[in-house]
């Protein structure tokens, strides 16, 4: 049974992941993960390919033992994994709960690790994994700084782990997009409206998506979609760290 399995496909570019998936590839089944059903079952519907809905919160064990035993039951072939959970919050340090802090951490870097690592005996020659990364993955963000560095962990973890799996001809990508319009904000924002208020460029999920997915079948290690965003990162690669959050500071008027 060939199948993907897309976490976080609820909303946002996980959501826009599943429909642009099944319309460009064939699949026996698709398997979406997020913890709200009700929006799964309704992605569901829309889709023309079977679909199995697995309500899982990502960050718990007994979640991740469920995909574990589904995986050892069924024996499918992963094609396609998308990692897409993951959220953000923007804030100073004191701001940020704690217990938002650490869910970003379990939910961003360790339960991505954790469904990388589970689905990876369940993948042969020619699998692919996508990890929806970020822009902030290249540098340090001074009120997002958290969620940025959950984000500078995915991007090394995905680099290292494509160079493992290169023998199993098992590509991975890290996909890094820029600001996208989705429900991220409505939860970002909880916690401050005034911390993070300078916004360089747009994009649509639709648009990134498309070009990520372009990127996935031509092999790519890292995607970055735009060229002013991929400007913006080889400018933080070419600038000393200090002058770079200085840059970040004054764009967000902190100075």
């Known amino acids: 049974m060939k199948i993907a399995v897309i976490t976080g496909a609820s909303s946002g570019m996980g959501r826009e992941f599943a429909c642009q998936l099944t319309a460009a590839e064939s699949f026996d089944e698709l398997w979406v993960l997020a913890r709200r059903k009700d929006r799964l079952e309704e992605l569901k519907s829309i889709l023309p390919c079977p679909v199995r809905v697995?309500?899982?919160d990502l960050t718990k064990?007994?979640?991740?033992r469920a995909y574990q035993a589904l995986l050892e039951e069924l024996r499918p072939d992963?094609?396609?994994?998308i990692n897409a959970s993951g959220f953000g919050k923007f804030g100073r340090y004191d701001q940020i709960p704690l217990r938002d802090c650490m869910d970003m951490i379990d939910l961003n870097c360790k339960a991505l690790v954790a469904v990388t690592q589970l689905?990876?005996?369940?993948?042969?020659?020619?699998?692919?994994?996508?990890?929806v990364d970020s822009l902030s993955a290249f540098q340090p963000v001074p009120y997002l700084n958290v969620y940025a560095a959950s984000k500078a962990f995915v991007l090394s973890y995905s680099r290292s782990l494509e160079a493992e799996l290169r023998d199993r001809k098992i590509r991975v990508m890290a996909f890094c997009p820029g600001w996208v319009k989705?429900?991220?904000f409505a939860y970002a924002e909880q916690t401050s409206q005034t911390a993070v208020t300078y916004f360089n460029q747009w994009f649509t999920p639709q648009q990134v998506v498309k070009t990520?997915?372009?990127a996935l079948k031509k092999g790519r290690s890292v995607c970055v979609p735009g060229l002013r965003i991929r400007?913006?990162?080889l400018g933080v690669k070419l600038l000393p760290t200090k002058w770079v959050i200085h840059i970040w500071l004054r764009q967000q008027k902190k100075l």
Do not use: C, H, N, W
């Open 54 to 56: 697995l309500a899982l």
């Open 61 to 64: 064990e007994e979640s991740l």
């Open 78 to 81: 992963v094609s396609i994994l």
């Open 119 to 131: 689905t990876l005996p369940f993948m042969s020659a020619g699998a692919r994994i996508l990890q």
């Open 182 to 184: 989705t429900d991220f």
């Open 212 to 214: 990520a997915l372009k």
């Open 231 to 233: 400007l913006q990162v």
